[in-house]
Every structure is written in structure tokens, then in C-alpha cells.
């Protein structure tokens, strides 16, 4: 189970930090990814980690404003948002990949996915 936190309304340039939790013994073992999905488009990877937080991937859309990072001793992914603009705005979503030590590479890689939490950035 992976349950999402943190959106929320901000204005253009402003921040939010995004969290995951994830639930299983095996979390550490799991690359993460956060996705969105604005109105009217198809979801959209955003960033992703590895599971030892090594290697990451970023869209270029966001590479140099977010960061994804995780904790495995807490089950948690987060994605720090920064500079954030209206183009911004979608539903946020948690994802894991269908099995262990799968270095995802398409989103049909991820099995697993979070309720979403809504991000609204106003200019």
C-alpha cells in the first residue's frame, strides 16, 4: 500500500514537499517513482529512484526544481517541489515497480499505486 501527503494550494515559485508511505518489509529492496496527471493529459513520470537512492531520474520538465529522495528505514519516498509553476498542477502519485530489483523503464513497469494527492500551484 502506498498512501500520499503534502499537496496542496501554492502560489508560482513557492514549494511543497510531497511524502510516501509504503507499506511491506521489502521497501528498501523496490526502485519508487512519483508520477502526475493534469486534467485532460496522460499521467507522467516525474522522477524516479533507485532502491538503494543511488540513481536517480528526473523529467526534464522538473530536473533542477524537484528532488526525490527516500528513507528506508521509514518506508518513505518523498519529492521535494521548488519553484513550482502552474504547469505544475496535477494529481501526484506514488508508484512501485511490479517486482524487486526492477530497474524501471516505462511507467507499465510500476504494478503499485497511491490514491494521489492533488497539487494546485496559482499564478
Known amino acids: 500500500q502506498l498512501v500520499e501527503s503534502g499537496g496542496g494550494l501554492v502560489q508560482a515559485g513557492g514549494s511543497l514537499r510531497l511524502s510516501c508511505a509504503a507499506s511491506?518489509?521489502?521497501?528498501?529492496?523496490?526502485?519508487m517513482g512519483w508520477f502526475r496527471q493534469a486534467p485532460g493529459k496522460e499521467r507522467e513520470i516525474v522522477a524516479a529512484?533507485?532502491?538503494?537512492?543511488?540513481?536517480?531520474y528526473y523529467a526534464d520538465s522538473v530536473k533542477g526544481r524537484f528532488t526525490i529522495s527516500r528513507d528506508n528505514a521509514k518506508n518513505m519516498v518523498y519529492l521535494q517541489m521548488n519553484s513550482l509553476k502552474p504547469e505544475d498542477t496535477a494529481v501526484y502519485y506514488c508508484?512501485?515497480?511490479?517486482?524487486?530489483?526492477?530497474?524501471?523503464?516505462?511507467?507499465?513497469?510500476?504494478?503499485?499505486w497511491g490514491q494521489g494527492t492533488q497539487v494546485t500551484v496559482s499564478s
Open positions: 508508484a512501485r515497480p511490479i517486482r524487486e530489483r526492477l530497474t524501471p523503464t516505462s511507467s507499465g513497469d510500476f504494478g503499485s
Open positions: 511491506g518489509r521489502t521497501f528498501s529492496s523496490y526502485a
Open positions: 529512484i533507485s532502491w538503494s537512492g543511488g540513481s536517480l
